[in-house]
Structures are given as structure tokens and as C-alpha cells.
């Protein structure tokens, strides 16, 4: 995948194909303007606001409390993003607005878009992470509010592949106990779970989580499938005899060695045919076509994390060195950049 300028009328069209776009200016200022307007939009309560109904930017900004000239700026940018229209004067959510912004939002991203700031925060330290290759670690950094922005912000982005995991997840035959490791909100487990009557998922993630993780699994209404259970991977105790293990976009947090005894312990807590499930971005191989979604995330969780995301290959050969069998990677053209790497004890 790329992301970049697109013409949109036949000028533009000839100007990019002639190689008169001031590319460098566009990619410095406009996708990250663009960004930083949708977050904002989100912030200022701009899209609450819209999904009440169509307004002008003079009403919005009356509302809200905000400059009315500004707000006509931010709404505008964001209409040529798509997620506005503007129609006899009016502002409206449109299809694609709707989709993730409005109140019935089909696939909900105002969360995600509102942890945007802090992940903006972490990005702009790149110079920092790529002198000294040490990422930052946010887990041991974000402050009360943070954890939360990020806990909403992980459940919209679950329910995007939740479905792949649910659907490709070996599962033995009257399975009943399954350990969603850092599992956050619990919606990966639940799935599962509501997919295997029978099955119950247990969530164990860091303290800071907790609070919201289970005010969203009840939100969600699976609190009668899913149990929470403070504790850190890398040292608490897994649990013992269980049928199934996720891990669901965690691993790129640690090292290659660090993932080997993880899954070496994740092992010891299944019982024998218990499956394991790992969930994550897979980064492109070094001579694969220039990716910029993959490349992109993969720069991203370097910066963030202190480890990588890696490729389906290095997960299956540490699956196997650490005693599981019967590994394989998931991939599908409807997760591009991801897979779900499998192993059965
Ligand atoms: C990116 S979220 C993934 C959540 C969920 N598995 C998913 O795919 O939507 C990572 C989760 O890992 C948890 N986590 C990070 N480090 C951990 C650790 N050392 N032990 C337990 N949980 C951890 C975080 O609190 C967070 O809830």
C-alpha cells in the first residue's frame, strides 16, 4: 500500500506526472496536517457535534465554544479528506464520517482517533529512537489518561480483526479455558469463546489496564465469557492445563528472546493439543515491494515499543524452539500486513 498525493481533476494529474508537485513539501505538511486536523475534529467534539445533524461552521464553532474562522479551516481540510460534506452552507457527516464517526458508527475510530495525540508525541521523538535504538517503552510511560485513551482506543482496533482470529483459531473439541494474554479489553477472547460455547477467556494484562478493559467488556456485554487477571507476562504465573493461548499485538514489544520464553511458558500452561494464536503486523521481508503501511507500522512499534514487529517465519521458528508443532501462518488479502501464526502443543 502507499499514501500520498493523489490528483484528483486532469491538471493535477498532468502536474504529478510531470514531476512539477513540490512532493517534499506536500509529504512534510500535508499528511501530517491532515492528521493532526482529523484528531483535532475529534477532540473539539466537531464530530459529536455533526453527528447530531448538519450545521455551518459559525453554529459548530458557537457550540463548541471554538474561533469560527479556525473551525472552517479544520472542517474544510477534513472535507477533502472525505469525512465531511458541505452542502448549502452546511456541514454534514458523510458516508465514510458516518462509518466512524457518527453515533451508529458501523466501525467506530474516534477513540483510536483520540489517542492519536500521544502517539503523535511518541512519533515525533524518531530522531531520538534511531540514534540510540532505544525505543520508548510506553507502556512504562503514559500517565492515567493515556492508559485510558489507549484502552478505548485498542478495542475499535480489535473489532476490526477479531472476526480473523475467531474464524482461523484452532480450538480442540470441548475446549472450556482460554488465556488472552495481554489480552486488554477482552474482545479477542470473546469472540472465541462466543464462537465455542463452552469456552471461557481470562485476560491477564498490567494493572493500568484493568479499570477500562473491564468497563469495556461489560459495555460490551461479555463479562459473562471473559474474567480479568492482573499480572505481567513477562514474569507472572500463565496458568496450567488450559486449551487455548493469544497473543494477540504484543509480541513486537519484546525481544526475540523475550518471545521465546514467553511462548516456552505459554507452552507450559496449555495442556497437550492446546493451540496458541499469535496475532500481529508482519513487516515486510527486506527485498519485498516498498510497503508503506507495513514499513510504516513497523517504524512505528520500533519507536514505541522497545523491540519490532517481525515476519510469520521468525514466529513460527520460535514457536517451534519452544516446543510447539504443527505451526503455520495465517495470512488474508482482507488483513494486508497481518497474520495470525498458529502452533498445537
Ligand atoms: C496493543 S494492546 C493489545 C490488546 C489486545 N491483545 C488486542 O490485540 O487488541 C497491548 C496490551 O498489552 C498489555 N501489556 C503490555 N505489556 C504487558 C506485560 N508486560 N504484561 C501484560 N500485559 C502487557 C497492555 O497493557 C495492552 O493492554
Not at 95 to 111: D, I, Q
Not at 123 to 131: A, D, L, N, P, Q
Amino acid at each position: 500500500m502507499r499514501y500520498g498525493a493523489v490528483a484528483t481533476n486532469p491538471p493535477e494529474w498532468f502536474a504529478l506526472q510531470m514531476g512539477m508537485v513540490p512532493l517534499p513539501i506536500l509529504d512534510t505538511l500535508l499528511g501530517p496536517i491532515q492528521g493532526r486536523a482529523l484528531i483535532a475534529a475529534e477532540r473539539l467534539g466537531l464530530f459529536e457535534a455533526l453527528s447530531a445533524g448538519p450545521a455551518t461552521a459559525e453554529a459548530l464553532a458557537k457550540t463548541r465554544g471554538l474561533d469560527r474562522e479556525c473551525t472552517t479551516l479544520v472542517l474544510r481540510l477534513i472535507r477533502a479528506m472525505g469525512y465531511v460534506d458541505l452542502a448549502d452552507g452546511r456541514f454534514a457527516l458523510s458516508k465514510l464520517g458516518e462509518a466512524h464517526f457518527g453515533r451508529a458508527a458501523r466501525e467506530s475510530y474516534r477513540a483510536f482517533v483520540e489517542y492519536g495525540l500521544p502517539q503523535w508525541e511518541m512519533v515525533s521523538r524518531i530522531e531520538e529512537v534511531v540514534k540510540t535504538g532505544a525505543g520508548i517503552d510506553f507502556h512504562e510511560h503514559h500517565d492515567a489518561g493515556e492508559w485510558d485513551a489507549y484502552q478505548r482506543a485498542m478495542v475499535e482496533n480489535a473489532r476490526g480483526f477479531g472476526w480473523f482470529v475467531a474464524k482461523h483459531m484452532p480450538v480442540p473439541a470441548g475446549a472450556t479455558s482460554c488465556i488472552d494474554i495481554a489480552g486488554a479489553h477482552g474482545l479477542i477472547g470473546a469472540m472465541l469463546c462466543r464462537k465455542h460455547p463452552g469456552l471461557r477467556s481470562t485476560v491477564l494484562d498490567r494493572a493500568e489496564a484493568l479499570p477500562r478493559a473491564r468497563q469495556i467488556a461489560e459495555s460490551l456485554g461479555h463479562a459473562d465469557v471473559v474474567t480479568f487477571r492482573e499480572g505481567d507476562l513477562r514474569r507472572d504465573e500463565l496458568g496450567s492445563g488450559l486449551d487455548v493461548a493469544l497473543l494477540c499485538n504484543i509480541l513486537h514489544h519484546f525481544t526475540p528472546a523475550e518471545n521465546v520464553e514467553i511462548l516456552r511458558r505459554t507452552k507450559k500452561a496449555l495442556k497437550p493439543g492446546g493451540s496458541v494464536g499469535i496475532f500481529d503486523i508482519e513487516t515486510p521481508a527486506d527485498d519485498a515491494a516498498p510497503d508503506a503501511a507495513g514499513d510504516a507500522f513497523a517504524l512505528y512499534f520500533r519507536i514505541t515499543s522497545t523491540s519490532s514487529c517481525f515476519r510469520g517465519d521468525d514466529y513460527v521458528g520460535w514457536l517451534r524452539e519452544a516446543g510447539f508443532s504443527q505451526t503455520r501462518v495465517v495470512r488474508s488479502v482482507k488483513m494486508p500486513s497481518r497474520m495470525l501464526v498458529i502452533g498445537t502443543t
